[in-house]
């Protein structure tokens, strides 16, 4: 694991953190001495971990919610203002697929949905939090893209790939726009990892086909996937990365 102290006084904002990849993201932050704002979705479960509400208590982490879907940007943006004077590091990592839909079933509901979760909360949140990032020595902002980004995903997640993939080239447009300003922009892009999302939206039958076709001959963890965002917002490991995308499949795509 990273040094405890690699974030140590750092201001680190992780959304969509109440659960898979972004509440492992939240949990190695803090353990590597940041002040994490945990953005836990639209609310706060009861069940959840321990480390969360001692990391609260002790003053190092800071519990949030916002609907994304109705103005909650904003709100967060607001929390995050309330929390801190400046932002070290950005973790866009909220959003979903919603459901399968077929393209030809797709209602208009439903795409406003997907791109509103997944691609304008990116570009909201972005916004909101540029005034404090430029206050930062070293700021970071590291965004969750997907390998369905580059595959196009399978049948029913069209919508969801596609604005994965425009996250993608949005963090390439906003690496080089940004880096006159020292901020650097890079995205981890997760393959079918074993989290609560694969639950909803994959059958056992589907993961274990694609199990057979990973090369390391297993599906991927939330533990797998974040020390790659800490990597990647870490100024003395990767200060001279931008613009990247970050695959982390176990190897799926030379497969």
Do not use: W
């Not at 797709?106 to 949905?113: G, I």
């Amino acid at each position: 694991m990273f040094h405890p102290a690699l974030f140590k006084g750092m201001n680190v904002v992780v959304t969509g953190g109440g659960r898979g990849i972004g509440l492992e993201v939240a949990r190695q932050f803090l353990d590597c001495g940041a002040r994490v704002l945990v953005h836990m979705g639209r609310t706060i479960a009861t069940d959840r971990p321990d480390f969360l509400d001692i990391a609260a208590n002790e003053g190092r982490a800071y519990l949030a919610t916002a609907d994304f879907l109705v103005g909650g940007v904003e709100n967060l943006a607001d929390e995050v203002r309330t929390r801190f004077d400046s932002l070290d590091v950005l973790i866009n990592n909220a959003g979903t697929m919603v459901g399968r839909f077929p393209v030809a079933e797709l209602s208009d509901d439903e795409y406003r949905t997907i791109v509103e979760l997944n691609q304008t909360s990116v570009v909201r949140m972005t916004r909101a939090m540029l005034p404090l990032l430029r206050k930062s020595v070293h700021p970071a902002i590291v965004n969750t893209v997907s390998i369905s980004a580059r595959t196009g995903g399978s049948a029913g997640s069209s919508i969801y790939s596609a604005t994965k993939a425009f996250v993608a080239t949005y963090s390439k447009a906003l690496a080089r726009e940004l880096a006159p300003e020292g901020i650097r922009v890079n995205c981890v892009s997760p393959g079918t990892i074993a989290t609560d999302f694969h639950q909803r939206y994959s059958t056992p039958e589907k993961l274990e086909a694609t199990r057979k076709g990973i090369p390391l001959g297993r599906l991927g963890t939330a533990e797998d996937c974040a020390p790659a965002y800490l990597f990647l917002a870490s100024h003395a490991l990767s200060g001279y990365i931008t613009g990247q995308v970050v695959e982390v499949n176990g190897g799926q795509l030379i497969a």
